[in-house]
């Protein structure tokens, strides 16, 4: 029973550091990424897809994405969602494929960035520590209906802040990594 709070815990935690990745990957770092393309929407067949069902998205050069619809009747509809998108890029298609040259961020953008990826952060990190919250209040019911005994209840308790520790690190290397790349020039 102890394990099973611990290991519900330790999986909500790894959603956490997964929204946190998938947030960070939709930021533009100066250089060209298919991740950068993932929350764009098509209008495609009378419904929203995503770029990625109607389309192939490569990095061929740092600094430029292509993408290869794999209706050609899509092109336009492609272009369109990449500029409703509000990504700031500048999609150019030539009947075939929509290329997009990636600019290059100017130093006022970097730190807007690096202030968005931080808020992006502190988000994941206040979700790890809502569910260390809810998981020592799992634990101190357990005890109080003696479900745990005492010791099992403050290595549960320690075994919490270790875990709470350990996936909160995780989002600090992933900010830095992210920082870095973005500072970049």
């Known amino acids: 029973m102890p394990q099973k709070i611990l290991a519900e815990a330790e999986e909500r ?89 990636i600019p290059s961020l100017t130093e006022e953008r970097r730190k807007d960035l690096v202030k968005l990826i931080s808020k992006f952060a502190e988000e994941g990190r206040v979700h790890i520590r809502q569910v260390r919250h809810d998981m020592l209040k799992v634990i101190k019911e357990q005890e109080k209906e003696g479900l745990i005994p005492g010791d099992d209840s403050k290595h549960l308790q320690t075994d919490a802040q270790k875990l709470t520790d350990k996936y909160t690190g995780q989002i600090e290397e992933m900010l830095k990594k992210k920082t870095a790349e973005i500072m970049e020039v």
Do not use: C, W
Request: glycine share 10%; net charge positive; charged share 20%.
């Open 13 to 101: 935690m790894k959603k956490a550091i997964e929204g946190v990745r998938h947030e960070f990957s939709g930021i533009r770092t100066g250089k060209a990424s298919a991740g950068l393309l993932d929350t764009v929407k098509v209008e495609a067949y009378g419904s929203s897809m995503s770029l990625v069902q109607v389309a192939s998205v490569s990095a061929p050069e740092p600094r430029l994405l292509v993408i290869q619809p794999y209706d050609k009747g899509l092109i336009k509809a492609i272009t369109k969602g990449i500029n409703e998108s509000n990504l700031g890029l500048s999609p150019q298609d030539d009947g075939q494929v929509v290329r997009i040259p």
